[in-house]
């Protein structure tokens, strides 16, 4: 009876492999909101990591152990954030490139190459700004069983560090 048992919870492990293997890896999730500022003055939030604790959803708060480090310019491209904590985990944020109206910042978590991008739009809408936030990447290996998890939760933190980004600017340009 045992190795009939074994037998079944093999070929289970088994399905479960393959249709991990078969399930795509990669995300995209976006999220927008409209900002009562120039594309101008809602850049330097962006491009500045060490900012990024006043407004985003992967700050100090979240993690009050974690150890961040920066290194590089102080804002623009090259300027690198590090962490390390119990919660937030191993990892770095750096930004890729700053044009007019778009931000690209590059992230590996966990000692992964880089394997996430976080795409920033600005363009002007009305008497504001829409920031649109993008962030792509892929899951390692049997990573698509995690997918629908991992769209929801990271809809939700651009969804949160937006809101955070639109009260912090709008207050200190009004």
Known sequence: MSKKISMVVLALVGLVAL?????PRSWHV????VIAASPEQIAPYLID???????SSRTKAADPLVRNTYEGPDDGVGGKWLWLGPVAGRGFMQVQSVTPGRVVLSLALDGMEVN???DF?????????????????????FGGL????V???LGASLELGLARLKALVEQRVS
């Open 151 to 153: 769209e929801s939760r």
């Open 19 to 23: 249709v991990g293997l078969a399930l």
């Open 121 to 141: 739009t600005l363009t002007p809408e009305g008497d504001g700004t829409r920031v649109s936030w993008v962030d792509r990447g892929a899951l390692p290996v």
């Open 49 to 55: 990591l060490r900012r990024w604790q006043d407004w």
């Open 116 to 118: 996430v991008l976080d």
């Open 30 to 33: 976006e999220r927008s909101v």
């Open 146 to 149: 995690f997918l629908g998890t």
